[in-house]
């Protein structure tokens, strides 16, 4: 800090002569400095000005860099590993948050890009009642996608992932209108109700463990307004996760080149009962209200909380290990953002692996009525069209029971096990790489 004072000043005789002034007891006469402490102060420390820093009148300012009683400092609100102070931040540290910043995206793009084949042949397998063959385990689940790669190219694995971006984004935006025109809280534990919008708050800034650290439990009525929240925003986003659905397991052989929006477009022509016709088995959206919302409520509640106690333990873990032994800042660093991409994968895949014979159930109500041609996850080729002719999600549970036996709810379990296999090798890979470029950037 360089105070303003005139040309030639010598820190003597200062606030001197005919001036008198509350707070200082009158002038002050010039004088000579015995110690070069009491220079420092004066030279230091701007005059005080009523009204300026908060003060109230008759305050005197404290000495440089020392916060006030009246005005309690607070510091600057910055990532804890930044490298930088609160003017910005150090190239060092800059470079660091970059590389973290990147590192989310990875996750993300493990999350929704590269696991979108295991989405596609997960779906189709689940909606295929003629199939024999169950592909339980990621085996037979790899053989039959090269069998797919080869017929018909790389783009019947990839079929629909645009669609999927655009129900998490209907979702959020329905999260972000909801919250704002009513009173209901968006988040249990800090949790919001899709996983990647986790991701995504920390990309945008927001440090690592500010979404769920300090977070009380909840108390009954939360929860309740928590699920309410939930319920609304899968309603608003129900009819496009049916045309979603429809897009990722809808056979390449027979399928238009179908623009980015189409989903957009059938999700409103499924609200208001027009577009490309269905028949008469279709069940309405009345009907898939409840197997969608308990679902989708049943989903958040369990990653929710086997996220908040992931992570509670690796937080617990990482700050025992700080104790006994000291760390570089690099490593405090991942220990930092690590510990919720692993909570956030932990909770994906308790909840999907919970919930995978209701999540069969779902896609099958979904499916109905809406004239769709699979791909043959028997043979590798070929199609099978879907006539199934449930009555609601009762009728759904007990015929598949009895046709298919109770591993019939969990078809196509296999690509789960690869795709979460995937990640946590992709995780496990991303954090040995930005490891290394960070010790380096040191």
Known sequence: ???????????????????????????????????????????????????????????????????????????????????????????????????????????????????????????????????????????????????????????????????????????????????????????????????????????FRVPAGAVMEGVPVPSGELVAASVIFVFLTYVVAMPFYSASLIETVQSEIIRDNAG???????????????????????????????????????????????????????????YNSHLAESTSPVQSMLDAYFPELIANFAASLCSDVILYPLETVLHRLHIQGTRTIIDNTDLGYEVLPINTQYEGMRDCINTIRQEEGVLGFYKGFGAVVIQYTLHAAVLQITKIIYSTLLQNSV
């Open 1 to 203: 800090m360089h105070p303003r004072r005139p040309d030639g000043f010598d820190g003597l005789g200062y606030r001197g002569g005919a001036r008198d002034e509350q707070g200082f007891g009158g002038a002050f006469p010039a004088r000579s400095f015995s110690s070069g402490s009491d220079l420092g102060h004066w030279v230091t420390t701007p005059p005080d000005i009523p009204g300026s820093r908060n003060l109230h009148w008759g305050e005197k300012s404290p000495p440089y860099g020392v916060p006030s009683a009246s005005t309690p400092y607070e510091g600057p609100a910055e990532d804890p590993f930044s490298g930088g102070g609160g003017g910005g931040g150090s190239a060092q540290g800059q470079s660091s948050d970059a590389y973290i910043h990147k590192l989310f995206l990875y996750s993300l793009f493990t999350e929704n890009v590269l696991a979108h084949p295991c989405i596609v042949l997960r779906r189709q397998c689940q909606v295929n009642y003629h199939a024999r063959h169950y592909h339980l385990t990621p085996f037979t689940v790899i053989n039959i996608m090269y069998s797919f790669n080869k017929t018909q190219g790389p783009r019947a694995l990839w079929k629909g992932m645009g669609s999927t971006f655009i129900v998490q984004g209907v979702t959020l935006g329905a999260e972000g209108i909801i919250s704002e025109f009513t009173p209901l809280p968006r988040y249990l534990f800090g949790i919001s109700s899709i996983s990647s919008y986790k991701v995504l708050k920390t990309f």
């Open 260 to 318: 980015i929006l189409e989903c957009v477009k059938e999700g409103i022509g499924r609200v208001i009962g027009m577009g490309v016709p269905h028949s008469k088995r279709l069940l309405p959206l009345l009907s898939l209200v409840f197997p969608t919302v308990l679902h989708g409520v049943l989903h958040y509640i369990i990653s929710s909380v086997i996220q908040k106690f992931v992570l509670l333990i690796l937080k617990r873990k990482t």
